[in-house]
Nanobody, 123 residues
Framework: QVQLVESGGGLVQPGDSLRLPCTAS????????KGWFRQAPGKVREFVAA????????YYADSVKGRFTISRDNAKNTVYLQMNSLKPEDTAVYYC????????????????WGQGTQVTVSS
């Protein structure tokens, strides 16, 4: 069974940084584009960032551009979301996803999802 496992979430203060790793259980997923999405309480899921299988192309939501960086290490079968200058409005459950097509910012185009990791930004 294919699994995507996120980790690295937690409670941080505004201005702090966190790095979220997401590791796939199947080696072939290293060839898949990956994305990060988030869902805050009472809100719909939103796109955060995406990366092509090679890492050469990345997309970001305007709300995180310049603060968050998506990267991947295919040798470790892992994609990362580096989050800097965190704000209270970044509080959400963060989900890693993978798809078998090209890079995309649309959640409905992703085939595989992790269980999510909670990020809370509060003073």
């Amino acid at each position: 069974q294919v699994q995507l496992v996120e980790s690295g979430g937690g409670l941080v203060q505004p201005g702090d940084s966190l790095r979220l790793p997401c590791t796939a259980s199947v080696r072939t997923f290293s060839r898949y584009p990956k994305g990060w999405f988030r869902q805050a309480p009472g809100k719909v899921r939103e796109f955060v960032a995406a990366i092509s299988w090679s890492g050469g192309t990345t997309y970001y939501a305007d709300s995180v551009k310049g603060r968050f960086t998506i990267s991947r290490d295919n040798a470790k079968n892992t994609v990362y979301l580096q989050m800097n200058s965190l704000k209270p409005e970044d509080t959400a459950v963060y989900y890693c996803a993978a798809r078998s097509g090209g890079i995309s910012s649309y959640g409905e185009e992703y085939n595989y999802w992790g269980q999510g990791t909670q990020v809370t930004v509060s003073s």
